[in-house]
């Protein structure tokens, strides 16, 4: 999807001309053309939203409608609690192993809740923690995923990918699952498997062409690695549970995630709105969907435009790849040694002489959701119009906060 980013700048200015600064849109004919590309990608496997990287019920409840999506990958217990408690989804897997004792307790008193979401585990402790919460024989059984590690190990202690479950082989796996099969009050449903390295790494870094190398030949390489141990660990764990679901992937990895037989659906969130961490893929480039507007409030020099605000710094190692890129009016870019300031921001370039105060400049965020925390609405923009959504935050729900 090619962006006119005159237009889109026009657009997004007269849609939100009535509000003040800072603003957030969403430009909707943008979401939901990544939408139906990630359907297609997917290949006729169904697609389970990632909420992390929406934070706004009306945004999860329009591509849950539809064709291709269907349920939702939370980040916390009470925000999946949450979810169905309002309505949006009736099958939600938490996508991390919860500690939440008020939250498993809820989950226990609760039939239908208890069938709608899946927790995930990882060790038979998270499994003792349950049971210390509610008794096993007082309870409907807790739906439990299975998180098999996806990283890569070539070699030794070489780990490629980030650090999340402990169980790496089928032999773990099947281990697991078995102990699992052995616990009352318990139903081993699913199985994730998160290839991280290759769904969240892009393997086109702007003027980095030695990385990019590494990059490519690190996932050429790991893929078929992983591809061959979760098809294995699938079959372990299928001997002691009767498994409703496997899943896999991501945003960067739906297409090759989808074509593994062990795989029975995708997740994917942040290619909904498209922030500049997808920019540096090759196989498919989200449209820009999401997007900021700070107000130009002085010049202290002929080729600087200064904005208020600014520092909304994405999660991750710190680097330049995490902060916010000045997107609209086109070539701006920050002033080196001050970067995004959190009450000030001056940027650069020949785009910075056109400005005055009182124009907006609109950003993109370096990841999807997390931009939700800064914001009580997103501003949903369809033609010349915007309409209020408000996001997690926007409801009180900082569940990480």
Same mark, same amino acid.
């Given at each position: 999807m090619v962006t006119d980013r005159i237009a889109l700048r026009q657009r997004l200015d007269q849609a939100t001309d009535h509000l003040e600064t800072p603003v957030a849109a969403v430009n909707l004919a943008a979401f939901d053309a990544n939408a139906a590309e990630l359907t297609r990608r997917a290949a006729g496997k169904p697609i389970r939203v990632a909420s992390k990287s929406v934070r706004c019920r009306a945004l999860l409840e329009r591509v849950l409608a539809r064709p291709g999506w269907k349920g939702v990958m939370a980040y916390t217990l009470p925000e999946a609690i949450w979810l169905v408690r309002t309505g949006v989804t009736d099958d939600v897997l938490v996508a991390y192993p919860t500690a939440d004792r008020t939250a498993l307790r809820e989950l226990a008193?609760?039939?239908?809740?208890?069938?709608?979401?899946?927790?995930?585990?990882?060790?038979?402790?998270?499994?003792?923690?349950?049971?210390?919460?509610?008794?096993?024989?007082?309870?409907?059984?807790?739906?439990?995923?299975?998180?098999?590690?996806?990283?890569?190990?070539?070699?030794?202690?070489?780990?490629?990918?980030?650090?999340?479950?402990?169980?790496?082989?089928?032999?773990?796996?099947?281990?697991?699952?078995?102990?699992?099969? +052995?616990?009352? *009050?318990?139903?081993?449903?699913?199985?994730?498997? @998160? %290839? /991280?390295?290759?769904?969240?790494?892009?393997?086109?870094?702007?003027?980095? +062409? $030695?990385?990019?190398?590494?990059?490519?030949?690190?996932?050429?390489?790991?893929?078929?690695?992983? $591809?061959? &141990?979760?098809? +294995? =660990?699938?079959?372990?764990?299928?001997?002691?549970?009767? $498994? %409703?679901?496997?899943? *896999?992937? *991501?945003?960067?990895?739906? +297409?090759?995630?989808?074509?593994?037989?062990?795989?029975? %659906?995708?997740?994917?969130?942040?290619? $909904? @709105?498209?922030?500049?961490?997808?920019?540096? @893929? &090759?196989?498919?480039?989200?449209?820009? =969907?999401?997007?900021?507007?700070?107000?130009?409030?002085?010049?202290?020099?002929?080729?600087?435009?200064?904005?208020?605000?600014?520092?909304?710094? /994405?999660?991750?190692? =710190? %680097?330049?790849?995490?902060?916010?890129?000045? @997107?609209l009016p086109d070539g701006l870019k920050f002033k080196g040694d001050e970067g995004a300031g959190e009450v000030q921001t001056p940027l650069l370039g020949p785009a910075a002489e056109e400005l005055r105060p009182g124009d907006r400049v609109w950003f993109r965020h370096a990841k999807a959701g997390e931009l939700c925390e800064r914001v009580n609405e997103l501003q949903l923009i369809d033609g010349d119009t915007a309409t209020p959504a408000l996001t997690y935050r926007g409801e009180g729900r900082a569940f990480l906060g």
């Amino acid at each position: 999807m090619v962006t006119d980013r005159i237009a889109l700048r026009q657009r997004l200015d007269q849609a939100t001309d009535h509000l003040e600064t800072p603003v957030a849109a969403v430009n909707l004919a943008a979401f939901d053309a990544n939408a139906a590309e990630l359907t297609r990608r997917a290949a006729g496997k169904p697609i389970r939203v990632a909420s992390k990287s929406v934070r706004c019920r009306a945004l999860l409840e329009r591509v849950l409608a539809r064709p291709g999506w269907k349920g939702v990958m939370a980040y916390t217990l009470p925000e999946a609690i949450w979810l169905v408690r309002t309505g949006v989804t009736d099958d939600v897997l938490v996508a991390y192993p919860t500690a939440d004792r008020t939250a498993l307790r809820e989950l226990a008193a609760d039939p239908a809740l208890a069938a709608a979401v899946t927790v995930m585990v990882d060790h038979p402790a998270q499994l003792d923690l349950i049971d210390q919460t509610s008794a096993p024989g007082t309870r409907p059984p807790i739906r439990l995923c299975i998180d098999v590690d996806a990283s890569w190990k070539p070699a030794g202690s070489l780990h490629v990918g980030v650090r999340r479950s402990p169980v790496h082989s089928a032999v773990q796996a099947g281990t697991l699952a078995r102990k699992i099969s +052995a616990r009352q *009050g318990f139903q081993l449903v699913g199985v994730m498997s @998160y %290839e /991280a390295h290759i769904a969240g790494v892009g393997d086109d870094p702007p003027g980095r +062409a $030695l990385r990019a190398r590494a990059i490519r030949l690190m996932q050429k390489k790991a893929l078929p690695e992983l $591809l061959a &141990r979760r098809s +294995a =660990a699938v079959r372990a764990i299928r001997e002691h549970a009767d $498994l %409703e679901f496997v899943n *896999g992937g *991501g945003t960067g990895s739906v +297409a090759a995630t989808s074509a593994d037989p062990a795989v029975t %659906e995708v997740t994917a969130g942040s290619g $909904l @709105y498209g922030p500049t961490l997808f920019d540096t @893929y &090759r196989s498919w480039r989200p449209a820009p =969907a999401a997007f900021f507007a700070l107000s130009v409030v002085r010049r202290p020099a002929p080729r600087i435009a200064t904005v208020l605000g600014g520092g909304w710094i /994405a999660s991750g190692p =710190a %680097e330049t790849s995490r902060l916010p890129t000045p @997107y609209l009016p086109d070539g701006l870019k920050f002033k080196g040694d001050e970067g995004a300031g959190e009450v000030q921001t001056p940027l650069l370039g020949p785009a910075a002489e056109e400005l005055r105060p009182g124009d907006r400049v609109w950003f993109r965020h370096a990841k999807a959701g997390e931009l939700c925390e800064r914001v009580n609405e997103l501003q949903l923009i369809d033609g010349d119009t915007a309409t209020p959504a408000l996001t997690y935050r926007g409801e009180g729900r900082a569940f990480l906060g």
